[in-house]
């Protein structure tokens, strides 16, 4: 063999050196191969074949290894389509907004590889249908739930006038692979070779990417070219900053009150409802908060994040009686201030004063949910709906034939909600991301102002709480 061959082998690229290579010692032929054109940590991540006839590393680093090979002036082979083009012309069956348009200007810019930042309701997808036509290749777009796949193969389909038929399913049950593919996470997590086939890869709320089970996905792409696309990217255990690696610096955003200035998103107003607690409730929720305190005193231990709380008091608490009470009296405040009686009564005035609004409601806790859809005769959704009525229940409400639907965090991404002009969060965490996407269920185009009510219990941390996630 007088050159050099770089083909993707079932999870790996390998790297099968000339022959007149072959007879130098490992570290000789790597020397001679990239001789310091490598980073140190690409270097070493090259492990030999136990026969010595070739080198294995992951399809994430093909760029480099090729970039190096040129740079040494090796003469080398790709055994394999690094650019496999559509076998059929899509056409984009809108005209793309102004700031669309700017993401796409920006992402090229970057060599066609980053993170597009915009609001639910923005029109993310038809980005990645833009980016998509403007390439013309095998394209796989990565997705975290079961829902979105339809979802996106249907906006696709739409997007680029093509027949829904012409694009494939991964996931769910279906493993049907086409030149333009829609695939879950965990399918592309299960069967990451299949990845060897794309020459543009799309990773919808991509903050699910750097989580350990998903990493796997984007380090088995040997393409460099990559478009991310998040409401809200940011991550608590700050893993979000692995996006520039894995798939690209953050490259455009634009926040919902950017998009709603331009009239892109529904303009929209944020009511903040107070809530107080009886003297029984306050009197047993200051009780539990100081045993809380107390304990982070005694042990001199400060919660920075909610991965403090996990490793400092949730991890203790299985071996520690003190931790374990101290967690319980945490929750048992946490749910005085979040689900406290007094906010049904106020949730029973707004759906009065919206009665002929299209409302969903939104809690933290499932129970608070049941007793919402109990007390108000009102349909929910829960992560233990089944999907069929799920679909059902989302159809009615899309049509009308509902007017009102409570849920949980089910319905946080993932899933398409159909629009309605008021929400109300009856309790929610402090996270910025949840927060967004529930915004985000009110924000599509309308003639009248949307409103977001956040019922907010005084003098709790629930106030600490909602003034974070705001």
């Known amino acids: 063999m007088s050159e050099t061959v770089l083909e993707l082998r079932g999870r790996d690229l390998v790297v099968t050196p000339a022959e007149a290579y072959t007879r130098l010692t490992p570290e000789a032929q790597l020397e001679a191969l990239f001789g310091g054109q490598l980073s140190p940590f690409v270097f070493e991540t090259l492990t030999q074949d136990k026969r010595r006839a070739f080198w294995r590393i992951k399809p994430f680093y093909y760029s480099a290894i090729k970039a190096a090979l040129e740079a040494r002036q090796i003469a080398f082979r790709v055994a394999f389509e690094e650019r496999p083009a559509l076998p059929f012309a899509t056409a984009l069956a809108m005209e793309p907004r102004p700031y669309q348009i700017e993401a796409l200007d920006a992402w090229v810019n970057a060599r066609h590889a980053g993170v597009v930042v915009l609001p639910t309701g923005a029109g993310k997808t038809f980005t990645a249908a833009m980016a998509l036509h403007q390439l013309g290749l095998w394209t796989l777009v990565v997705v975290p739930t079961i829902d979105l796949l339809q979802q996106w193969r249907v906006a696709l389909s739409a997007a680029l006038s093509l027949d829904v038929a012409e694009i494939g399913l991964f996931g769910g049950g279906e493993k049907e692979l086409k030149p333009i593919t829609v695939m879950t996470y965990d399918s592309a997590a299960l069967y990451p070779r299949e990845l060897g086939r794309f020459g543009f890869l799309v990773f919808d709320e991509c903050h699910h990417l750097p989580a350990p089970t998903y990493r796997l996905i984007a380090e088995s792409g040997f393409t460099p070219l990559r478009l991310g696309l998040s409401a809200t990217p940011e991550r608590s255990d700050m893993a979000h900053t692995d996006l520039e690696e894995l798939i690209g610096p953050e490259i455009y955003r634009r926040s919902p009150s950017e998009l709603t200035e331009s009239r892109y998103l529904a303009q929209y107003k944020e009511i903040v409802v107070p809530i107080e607690l009886s003297e029984v409730d306050t009197a047993r929720y200051t009780e539990q908060r100081q045993i809380y305190r107390n304990f ?61 609004d299209q409302v969903i409601l939104f809690s933290e806790y499932n129970y ?68 967004i996407q529930r915004l985000g269920r009110v924000l599509r185009p309308k003639q009248e102002q949307a409103l977001l009510y956040e019922l907010v219990t005084s003098n709790t941390t629930e106030e600490a709480v909602a003034k974070r996630r705001r």
């Open 296 to 356: 982070l005193q005694r042990r001199r231990i400060i919660i920075r994040s909610p991965e403090d709380f996990q490793q400092k008091v949730i991890y203790m608490s299985a071996r520690d009686p003190e931790a374990r009470e101290a967690m319980l009296a945490w929750r048992e405040s946490r749910n005085i201030a979040m689900n406290a009686p007094a906010k049904y009564a106020e949730i029973e005035h707004i759906l009065q004063k919206h009665a002929s």
């Open 368 to 435: 608070v949910v049941d007793e919402i859809s109990r007390r108000f005769c009102l349909p929910s959704i829960t992560y233990k709906t089944p999907a069929e009525e799920r679909r059902t229940i989302l159809e009615r409400f899309r049509s009308g034939q509902y007017t009102k639907l409570a849920t949980g965090r089910v319905l946080n991404e993932g899933v398409d909600v159909p629009d309605c002009r008021v929400a109300i969060i009856v309790s929610g965490n402090s996270t910025k991301r949840e927060y």
